[in-house]
């Protein structure tokens, strides 16, 4: 990557930032930990990635995104809003009456949402047949999949990976969000899946960790060419990245506030937007 | 039955008392058993210390197999998650492990129906209730109050099978006196009146007084009933109603299918009556603040209203 992208990438991932700051603000409350944790990995898949089309959302040989921790809507709505697929003020309908943007992913009501998600796990069999289908059907195209740490506590989160193995899946790549905390707390002390990394091997699957907060690694990470093996992502990544009182809150999973609060979030980003530019 | 009911929000959440109740019957017995999937936030059970509040994770089957095991194995487990992950996600496990193996488990599935408002339609169980009707010998509660739930918590402690309790995490409306003991299978007759019956469970018992109070205005005087349990619901109960009045809606906050609307139809077959109901018109839940949610899928007193007088015109 030249330096000039690399700072594309950077700028892109703190307007998703903005973005999903200013979509949650709008409504006061929202799940802004696990939002804010995945926007470097929405910039450099959609900023360079992902071969997609905002004018033709439905385009069949399209690459597909599923995030499975469908709760992380507003950055996916940030970033497709970024990209052309809606108005940037649709952002500020996030769960109000009649919205087009609701807490969790819905392919039926969101253009350039291309699975429904919200009960976590179920993403990753979804993802699978949407692989499957692309690949029976001779497209030349892949998904992406977002899967919580916590979310990796559901059994079928499993299932769905021996089959990607099994059927060696290549066209399906697999991001584990590892941001080491789930709603109650620190995955640790909830129900600790382990090595999530020697998990993935262990099914068959070429497995990296990667710094989720930098898009030159991500993006090495996510355009290299799956050989024989599935490739499996382990995003090492922080909760609440990039908003420095979400980072340093523990309950930072769905936050509530008063539009200071959101303000002054937003000075923060707007800050680092401005040095990045200057 | 004492009835309290004066038009006030209850100023106690929900999800706080289901954690004080709990840590109550921990500390009385020590074979209660809290299992959570990753919700205690929710549950009001977070920060109360033990080993036995158990955090399964995200993994709603998983748990309620456990749950199962530790019944099993004489302990007395009560399991949480949100209605549709402690209903649908978890059903074969609920059917099989504990009901159909006989053994004895509370659980409890919060912010049904509506009451899920701004986590959206994937989280908006309008089956729940449906789904463990269909099980063989499982009781089901549809929370009206918090002196309800209290009982109800107490008392599933030490009964068989599987019990299913539906409730909102926030606030409610009063109805019974604090301390009402109630008996599953046992209704309550909130309200008399010739003109009309009215069967309502959950949130919709508040929407149903109300209806009833601005239908008296008009000179039509309906009975309403809470059946406590939705299943085994009070048959005699609601016959003996249904006979005096000849009119009968139902009230939930739950598909038509399956949940109450279905089971006092059931109850009430081969009677000559005028049936109606006020519920979820067998369609998908949506995201938004419960008061649009509220009017958007007609679960309001002024549309139970309506339909009483649409009857007896
Ligand atoms: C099946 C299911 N169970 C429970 C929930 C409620 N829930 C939403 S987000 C969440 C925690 C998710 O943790 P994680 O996957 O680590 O996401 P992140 O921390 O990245 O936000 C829970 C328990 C749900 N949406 N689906």
Redesign the interface.
């Known amino acids: 990557m030249t330096k000039e992208q690399v700072k594309k990438l950077q700028e892109f991932a703190l307007e998703i930032r903005i973005g999903t700051v200013e979509c949650i603000k709008s ?1 006061g ?1 929202g799940h802004v930990g696990g939002s804010l944790s995945v926007a470097d990995l929405l910039a450099v898949l959609y900023g360079e990635v992902m071969n997609v089309d905002p004018s033709n959302p439905k385009k069949e040989d399209r690459d597909k995104l599923v995030c499975s921790k ?1 709760h992380a809507g507003p950055a996916v709505y940030a970033t497709l809003a970024l990209k052309g697929y809606f108005p940037y003020e649709k952002l500020f309908t996030l ?5 087009d943007l ?3 992913c ?1 392919r039926k009501k969101t253009p350039g949402i291309d699975m ?6 179920q993403g990753t069999s979804t993802a699978v047949g949407l692989a499957l289908g692309d690949r029976l059907q001779g497209r030349d195209c892949r998904t992406f999949l977002i899967v919580g740490d ?2 990796a ?3 079928q989160v499993w299932e769905a990976a021996m089959f990607t193995a099994a059927k060696k899946l290549t066209n399906l790549v697999w991001i584990i969000d590892w941001n080491k905390k ?3 707390g620190y ?1 640790k ?3 600790d899946p382990g090595d999530y990394r020697a998990k993935f091997e262990a099914f068959g699957f070429d497995a990296v960790t990667v710094d989720g907060h930098d898009v030159e690694k991500l993006y090495e990470a996510l355009t290299k060419k799956a050989e024989d093996k599935p490739i499996a992502i382990i995003m090492d990544s922080v909760k609440g990245k990039g908003v420095t009182a979400v980072e340093q809150t523990m ?1 930072n ?1 769905s936050m509530k506030g008063g539009q200071e609060m959101f303000d002054g979030w937003l000075a923060e980003l707007r800050e680092k937007q401005a040095a990045m530019k200057a | 039955m004492e009835i309290v009911y004066n038009g006030n929000q209850d100023s106690r959440l929900y999800k706080a008392v289901i954690g004080e109740t709990i840590d109550a019957l921990m500390k009385e017995d020590e074979k209660v058993v809290w299992l959570d999937a990753d919700l205690r936030g929710c549950s009001g059970t977070a920060g109360k210390e033990g080993d036995r509040y158990i955090n399964c994770g995200i993994a709603e089957a998983n748990m309620i197999g456990i749950a199962a095991g530790l019944s099993a194995s004489g302990m007395k487990p009560y399991a949480h998650s949100f209605g549709p992950f402690a209903s649908r996600r978890a059903y074969d496990q609920a059917f099989l492990a504990a009901g159909y193996a006989g053994n004895a488990v509370t659980i409890i599935g919060t912010d049904p129906g509506i009451t899920a408002a701004f986590n959206g339609g994937t989280h908006m169980p309008f089956e729940d209730m449906a789904l463990y009707r269909a099980m063989p010998e499982a009781t089901v509660y549809d929370i009206t109050d918090v002196p309800m739930l209290i009982d109800t918590l107490k008392k599933a402690k030490d009964m068989p099978g599987v019990k299913y309790i539906r409730v909102p995490r926030a606030g409610s409306f009063q109805i019974y006196a604090d301390g009402s003991s109630f008996t599953p299978g046992k209704g309550v007759v909130l309200r008399e009146g010739t003109d009309a019956l009215i069967v309502a469970s959950g949130i919709m018992v508040k929407e149903a007084l109300e209806a009833a109070k601005a239908l008296a205005q008009e000179g039509i005087e309906c009975a309403v009933i809470d059946p406590i349990t939705v299943k085994p619901l009070d048959v005699d109960l609601v016959r003996e109603w249904a006979q005096k009045t000849g009119v009968v809606v139902t009230a939930e906050n739950h598909n038509r299918i399956g949940g109450l609307t279905s089971a006092v139809e059931d109850a009430l077959i081969g009677m000559p009556l005028k049936f109606g109901h006020v519920a979820v018109e067998d369609t998908w839940g949506e995201v938004g603040p419960l008061d649009y949610l509220r009017e958007r899928f007609d679960l309001t007193c002024d549309h139970i209203a309506r339909v009483v007088r649409e009857l007896r015109a």
């Open positions: 409504r409350f469908g769960n109000q009456p009649g919205t609701p807490s969790h819905d429904t998600t919200g009960s976590l796990g916590g979310e506590e559901e059994g789930q709603l109650d995955i002390d909830v129900n309950a999973h």
